[in-house]
């Protein structure tokens, strides 16, 4: 059973930035692609970023040039570095192993004054 466990989220003002984690308990991290994903309230899950195996990154184009997703295979750990932070980015992020698909509980952002 592959575990990921989010954690960082939080409530930052507009323009501010935050750095989310997840840790997964997967013996092939390194060989694995990951992602984030975000739902906002009445709204479907949507793909935030995602990372290879070798480090390529895609982006929504909702986030480019925003956010930026690592990744320590040493520490079997993806980040999701957000920065300009907007009230539209309020949402539950999750974290999602892309070999069998497993999902992260979620952590919550509210981008507020």
């Known amino acids: 059973q592959v575990q990921l466990v989010e954690s960082g989220g939080g409530l930052v003002q507009p323009g501010g930035s935050l750095r989310l984690s997840c840790a997964a308990s997967?013996?092939?991290?390194?060989?694995?692609?990951m992602a984030w994903y975000r739902q906002a309230p009445g709204k479907q899950r949507e793909l935030v970023a995602e990372?290879?195996?070798?480090?390529?990154?895609i982006y929504s184009d909702l986030v480019k040039g925003r956010f930026i997703i690592s990744r320590d295979n040493a520490k079997n750990t993806v980040y999701l570095q957000m920065n300009s932070l907007k009230a539209e980015d309020t949402a539950v992020y999750y974290c999602?192993?892309?070999?069998?698909?497993?999902w992260g509980q979620g952590t919550q952002v509210t981008v507020s004054s």
């Open positions: 999602r192993e892309l070999l069998y698909g497993n």
């Open positions: 997967l013996n092939i991290f390194s060989r694995t692609s």
């Open positions: 990372i290879s195996d070798v480090g390529t990154t």
